[in-house]
């Protein structure tokens, strides 16, 4: 059977409506940078989606060709994730979508090396015909983080930050938003096929102890 990080690893993937206080480990990811709303046509977001996708379906699939990666096991691809800012603004902003800035990734399995990123970088072009040139292969360590099971449309999230927070602040400690920790959401399902109401979305936070 397939290797499921979302079943293997449900501390992270899997949280309750309730909050609750992770500490997330260092993990690597394929990503890309860009700015903007995500809910655009045919924007830099969806644009971004597709090169993630390219480069993740070319490392599962690396067992049928003549590249052999070391210690390779069949695995189901992590789920898509988002770190979120915008610029003075502590967390996000719901209301100025325009404004977003934003590292859409997918996360790795650890067996993935820097050679092997590079082969599918260049195979994925050469098959796909398109510039994988943004996409980047990058570590973090997000740390101690408050995250909670979000159900419902992304709008709606607010209300789940807020309790979130609260949560966080009777346990005595408070957000540490800064250009290394990010608001974060890991998306569960599919908002092309999930009705808004039923959109399952991990929202995290940096937190710290408070002084």
């Known amino acids: 059977m397939a290797f499921d990080f ?18 997330v480990p260092r993990m690597r990811f394929i990503a890309v940078s860009g700015e903007g709303d995500p809910n655009e046509e045919g924007g830099a977001y969806s644009q971004a989606l597709n090169l993630l996708y390219g480069i993740a379906y070319t490392l599962k699939m690396s067992y049928k060709t003549d590249h052999v990666i070391d210690g390779f096991y069949q695995y189901v691809v992590p789920p898509l994730e988002g770190f979120w800012w915008q610029p003075g603004v502590a967390g996000v902003d719901y209301t100025n979508k325009a404004a977003f800035h934003w590292d859409s990734v997918i996360r790795l399995p650890d067996f993935v090396t820097a050679d092997d990123f590079a082969w599918a970088i260049e195979t994925a072009t050469a098959k796909k015909k398109l510039d994988f040139s943004p996409v980047r292969m990058i570590e973090l360590h997000e740390g101690l983080c408050a995250q909670c099971m979000h159900v419902g449309p992304y709008d709606s999230e607010p209300t789940t930050v807020a309790a979130m927070h609260e949560f966080a602040a009777a346990q005595g400690f408070v957000p540490d938003f800064n250009d290394k920790r990010r608001h974060h959401e890991i998306y569960l399902s599919d908002p092309r096929k999930a009705s808004p109401s039923k959109l399952k979305t991990v929202v995290r936070h940096p937190i710290r102890k408070a002084e």
Do not use: G
């Open 6 to 23: 979302k079943k293997e690893y449900r501390d992270l993937y899997q949280p309750k409506t309730k909050p609750s206080i992770v500490e």
